[in-house]
């Protein structure tokens, strides 16, 4: 991820069909910032079990639903849910 006092990119998909997504785009993003891309948001907040493999296979260190409640320690890294 790239940081700074006003700039954050993280990763998303760009249709739902998420494993073709995230294989093409995770690679460019990273090429293009020249850093790792350890975060992603699921598109529409949604994921199932391929989905968080996909992700932990990526390296992505976190990921957000977009299930409006507060995260707590117990939660999964890669299924983090959003306010």
């Known amino acids: 991820m790239i940081t700074g006092s ?10 739902e069909t998420f494993g073709e997504d995230v294989q093409r785009g995770h690679p460019k993003i990273e090429e293009l910032s020249g850093q790792p891309v350890t975060r992603f948001s699921y598109p529409y907040g949604r994921f199932d079990d391929g989905a968080l493999a996909a992700v932990r296979e990526l390296g992505i260190d976190v ?8 995260a707590v320690t ?3 890294r890669a299924a983090l849910p959003r306010l």
């Open 6 to 15: 006003v700039l954050e990119v993280g990763e998303r998909t760009y249709t």
């Open 74 to 76: 117990s939660d999964h």
């Open 63 to 70: 990921a957000c639903s977009s299930v409006p409640i507060p």
